[in-house]
Nanobody, 123 residues
Framework: QGQLVESGGGLVQAGGSLRLSCTASGGILSRSRMGWFLQAPGKEREFVATVSQSGDSTSYADSVKGRFTISRDNKNTVYLQMGSLKPEDTAVYYC?????????????????WGQGTQVTVSS
């Protein structure tokens, strides 16, 4: 069974940047569309960004367009480059994988999940 492990979270001031990484094992990455989601305290988990299996197609939530970039390498890692961070970006960020080919933004479409990494943006 494959696993997803996120890293790169932390505390950053508003306007700063962070790069999150998600390392996959068990051959998940090569077969899967990958996504990033966030969950703020007391709120539902919500879509942030997704990248296709080939890496040539991406989609973003409106709230992060122009500030965040999702990418993947040819090995076993997917990234979320986060810039111009705002206090409202504070959340636990999760990496997820799905075998679905098309763009999917629903949490229910993703089969594998990491444990999450905390991102805190101070004002």
């Amino acid at each position: 069974q494959g696993q997803l492990v996120e890293s790169g979270g932390g505390l950053v001031q508003a306007g700063g940047s962070l790069r999150l990484s998600c390392t996959a094992s068990g051959g998940i990455l090569s077969r899967s569309r990958m996504g990033w989601f966030l969950q703020a305290p007391g709120k539902e988990r919500e879509f942030v960004a997704t990248v296709s299996q080939s890496g040539d197609s991406t989609s973003y939530a409106d709230s992060v367009k122009g500030r965040f970039t999702i990418s993947r390498d040819n090995k076993n890692t997917v990234y979320l480059q986060m810039g111009s961070l705002k206090p409202e970006d504070t959340a636990v960020y999760y990496c997820a994988a799905t075998l679905t080919l098309g763009i999917v933004k629903s949490t229910t479409a993703y089969n594998f999940w990491g444990q999450g990494t905390q991102v805190t943006v101070s004002s």
